[in-house]
């Protein structure tokens, strides 16, 4: 299991949060997500072997938010 | 058949559109609803005789948002 947190620009309210939670964690191999809104940070727990973190920053992406770094 | 406009603060992104959107549009006696994210207004058609004002910015406030004016 690996960890990474982003930083993503455009999540604005507590809807934003339950959609890039629910967009994020309903990837394969994912197993954990905690999105900061303050903070603009995600945060995501994986399993290397199924989803890579470019295909989480491209979900993230889909969401319609920016993910920075 | 009537209309108000109400100023509404709170309302941050797409995602609270749809939610004012739909949560004012489900009222009976509602017709219209214009959500203006940027002017931060909610424009409603409404039928006097089924919903009231007051209705409107309950439901409104109910989803999170300050009914301001």
């Given at each position: 299991m690996e960890k990474v947190i982003l930083n993503v620009d455009g999540m604005s309210c507590e809807h934003c949060v339950k959609a890039v939670n629910g967009a994020?964690?309903?990837?394969?191999?994912?197993?954990?997500?905690v999105v900061d809104l303050e903070g603009k940070t995600v945060a995501v727990e994986f399993d290397a072997s199924k989803v890579s973190v470019d295909e989480i920053k491209a979900e993230i992406e889909d969401q319609g938010y920016d993910v920075v770094a």
């Open positions: 994020v964690g309903a990837l394969p191999g994912v197993s954990g997500v």
